[in-house]
């Protein structure tokens, strides 16, 4: 389990372990020195005092009236968290890396714990494949989780059905599902839900796995709205997604690749990369930057924070 505490929520990992077993084996260590130390020290509980701002400060949280966008880093997947000062919204829950262990549990509700976050208003599932869907279990075994949208039934659980022309408010954020339409055909990729978030003159674009088809028919329908700030990649920067059209409609600021170190996919494709910086976009690899973050807001700072970890994760080491 060492391995694994040096994920995102490594400080919550090293507080939530301590409150366990670790806990346990500290005090009875503890216990020990205190038969040890010399009777008559005063004052000993003073050493505790650096535990203090551990105890004492909240944690962080957008302001009133701004929006956090984080893209976390799962390996090969995806998984997002959108925040504002009351809600949360998770997109997608990353792999899952094997029979015991899920992105789910390594990162994303690290992360929500880091922020203090015990309920997430809405998860979107993009669509049913594993990369997506595989850390789904581990958080809602661990928060709870108010309204679930997703193209389809996940795992026999019972969802609202995202659809193309679905809106919400919270606060000053908008939130809206461009696809798929009621009628929409394709693969499952091609009826990943795609959901834009906006505030202000801020947004970010969604569009989960979505393929050159599904890009195509969005133009005939969106084409206005697809314009954003930020953008995650269509499926991971695969060369099947990103057409010439798609990126020049969205003509992103930035574009997020969620893509693991060295995947076996080659995720994202060259000439896809080359694109996007042909049209003017910043290329942010979540397999070289770890999670990134935007805010949007009034006070917030329209530019890309890196949480890179001091110890690089399992998954972005080499194989030997
Ligand atoms: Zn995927």
Request: aromatic content about 8%; glycine content about 12%.
């Amino acid at each position: 389990m060492g391995l694994f505490t040096v994920s995102i929520g490594t400080r919550l990992c090293h507080l939530g372990a301590s409150r366990s077993g670790a806990l346990d084996r500290r005090g009875g260590v503890y216990r020990r020195f205190d038969r040890l130390a010399p009777r008559g020290i005063p004052a000993r509980w003073l050493g505790l005092v650096w535990l203090l701002p551990l105890l004492v400060t909240p944690p962080p949280r957008p302001k009133e009236g701004e929006l956090w966008f984080t893209l976390l880093d799962v390996g090969q997947g995806l998984s997002a968290v959108v925040q504002t000062r009351d809600r949360t919204l998770v997109y997608d829950t990353g792999p899952r890396f094997n029979e015991r262990f899920d992105a789910g549990r390594a990162v994303l509700v690290p992360y929500l714990r880091q922020h203090g976050i015990g309920h997430v208003d809405t998860l979107v599932i993009s669509h049913g494949d594993s990369d997506h869907t595989g850390g789904l279990g581990s958080l809602l075994a661990e928060v709870s989780v108010g309204r679930i949208l997703a193209n389809g039934p996940i795992g026999g659980r019972r969802v609202s059905v995202c659809r193309d022309g679905q809106r919400w408010r919270w606060g000053d954020a908008n939130f809206s599902v461009l696809h798929p339409a009621l009628d929409a055909k394709g693969s499952d990729n091609n009826r990943s839900c795609i959901l834009k978030v906006s505030l202000g003159d801020r947004s970010v674009l969604l569009p989960g796995d979505i393929e050159a088809e599904a890009e195509h028919e969005l133009l005939k329908q969106h084409r206005r709205s697809l314009n954003a700030d930020i953008l995650v990649a269509p499926h991971h920067g695969s060369k099947t997604s990103s057409t010439a059209s798609f990126i020049d409609a969205v003509a992103p600021d930035y574009v997020l690749f969620a893509a693991g170190y060295r995947n076996r996919y080659r995720f994202p494709a060259a000439a896809v990369l080359r694109a996007y910086r042909a049209g003017g976009a910043i290329p942010l690899l979540s397999a070289e930057e770890g999670a990134i973050r935007f805010g949007f807001g009034p006070g917030a700072r329209y530019a890309p924070e890196f949480y890179r970890k001091e110890t690089r994760q399992f998954w972005r080491t080499d194989a030997p």
